[in-house]
């Protein structure tokens, strides 16, 4: 059983930046391939970035590519997205989550407000 905790959230202006953290216990990283995903209220969530379980490869959807960057520091067995140029519409709760074959480990999320 891996447990993730989501952290960085806040409060940002538009153009501002931020750095989410996603960090596991439980079991190592290592193991798995991870992604970040969000949800915005009255809103499907939808998927952001993905790192390989290499992190040899990266995968980011249209509205954030650019600006995301998803990384992974296995020795402390942690994900982050580092998030430049922000808009208010990624306001959202934003998600990590892990697996092998699926994301079978979610976070609890954390909030990420966009001001204009």
């Known amino acids: 059983q891996v447990h993730l905790v989501e952290s960085g959230g806040g409060l940002v202006q538009a153009g501002g930046s931020l750095r989410l953290s996603c960090a596991a216990s439980g079991r190592t990283l290592s193991s798995y391939a991870m992604g970040w995903f969000r949800q915005a209220p009255g809103k499907a969530r939808d998927f952001v970035a993905r790192?390989?379980?290499?992190?040899?490869?990266?995968y980011y959807a249209e509205p954030v590519k650019g600006r995301f960057t998803i990384s992974r520091d296995d020795a402390k067995n942690t994900v982050y997205l580092q998030m430049t140029s922000l808009k208010p519409e990624d306001t959202a709760v934003y998600y990590c989550?892990?697996?092998?074959?699926?994301?079978?480990?979610w976070g609890q999320g954390t909030q990420v407000t966009v001001s204009s």
């Open positions: 790192i390989t379980q290499s992190g040899g490869s990266t």
């Open positions: 989550a892990g697996g092998s074959r699926t994301y079978d480990y």
